[in-house]
């Protein structure tokens, strides 16, 4: 769009008028998009508890549990540092256990899962409800940290648990299978977690990073998908 024909003063605010409406166009239409794809995993996620009885009290408690306010929210108001809200559906969890699978030398079942920064926690509950390991969730959102371990308490299962603690500090030894969605951390935290990984990981363990892999002479990538997340489409490497 040009505004050469009019005064000076005119065309410079006709120009921003022009961004403005274009910035507001674009946001427009990324919140579309966003609102469409929520709705879209929602019910690819329903279809999927439907056919996993082992599912079904957990996703009735889970909805109740957010029914007045969503993970966004909640991720929002109490966020700390780097910390960005984005989960990982139901079926594409399924389908990240069933690749670590092939890459164990043991049974699922005798599997201790580890997810760094586990959110509202649905990684866990399908790791232990359904693949019956011990699951684990670190969690720093108090928010989070509470309705997961109500969640717990409600299932009456033994399976899982969550802790308050900052994963840094924490030990990695006794886990077999670590998921980190570490997409939007920031180059220090990724830096102190890539070391931490390489001292304290066990032989015979997986670890799943989400877009992009570790950088560590110690780590080897075995697989690696491209995967339905939340935000969208994320590569995910099996190490």
């Not at 769009?1 to 120009?15: D, I, W």
């Not at 998921?179 to 032989?203: C, I």
Request: aromatic share 16%; charged share 20%.
């Amino acid at each position: 769009m040009y505004f050469s024909h009019l005064p000076a003063g005119h065309s410079q605010t006709f120009e921003k008028l022009h961004r403005k409406i274009r910035t507001c166009h674009d946001t427009s239409m990324t919140l579309l998009y966003h609102a469409a794809l929520q709705i879209v995993i929602a019910l690819r996620e329903l279809v999927f508890v439907c056919g996993h009885p082992s599912l079904w009290r957990f996703y009735i408690f889970f909805q109740v549990e957010y029914f007045f306010f969503s993970p966004y929210y909640l991720a929002e108001r109490y966020a700390q540092h780097d910390d960005v809200y984005g989960f990982t559906p139901l079926f594409t969890a399924k389908r990240i256990l069933r690749s670590v699978a092939h890459l164990l030398s043991r049974p699922m079942k005798s599997c201790h899962f580890l997810d760094l920064g586990c959110g509202d926690g649905r990684f866990v509950f399908l790791s232990g409800l359904v693949y019956r390991m011990q699951a684990t969730g670190i969690e720093r959102n108090p928010r989070f940290l509470n309705k997961c371990q109500l969640l717990g308490y409600a299932l009456a299962t033994k399976k899982v648990t969550f802790l308050d603690q900052d994963f840094l500090e924490g030990s990695f030894v006794h886990y077999d299978i670590i998921y980190l969605a570490w997409t939007t951390f920031s180059d220090e935290t990724v830096r102190l977690l890539t070391s931490k990984l390489g001292e304290e990981v066990k032989s015979g363990a997986v670890v799943v990073t989400l877009s992009f892999p570790i950088d560590d002479v110690s780590f080897v990538i075995q697989h690696s998908q491209t995967l339905q997340m939340s935000w969208g489409h994320s590569q995910v490497f099996y190490q």
